[in-house]
């Protein structure tokens, strides 16, 4: 039995910045995207999970002046790559949109804007 070949998958990973002590008025996230390889979504699921608690409670940052940690939050999507871009495979979309073709041009440039997020 042929073993199964390895699919690149790209895991969105949410880490958050959480104050040691006393109360937050806002609770900043990045989001962290890793490559991974691995026989299944649920396999690549589990890889990006390590890598953000790894990631995460590492190290004291400093937010608004204050001690703080970074802590994982979630693994919030995996995305299956496409093995070879001519012929496109299996894969995950994500549609952020809110029909306005100024503010596309907003969000291509990294500029903030506010868009609909649809799974």
Known sequence: MKPSAKIWYAASVLLAFKL??????RLPVWENV????????????KRAEALGRAEAGQEV??????PARVVFAGVRK????????ARPGPSTVSKLHDGMEANLRKLVRGEAVSVVYEE
């Open 20 to 25: 040691e002590r006393g109360k937050q008025a």
């Open 78 to 85: 995996i995305l299956t790559c496409a093995a070879n871009p």
């Open 34 to 45: 890793y490559l991974i390889q691995a026989n299944s979504p649920a396999e690549a699921r």
């Open 61 to 66: 940052v400093e937010l608004e002046g204050k």
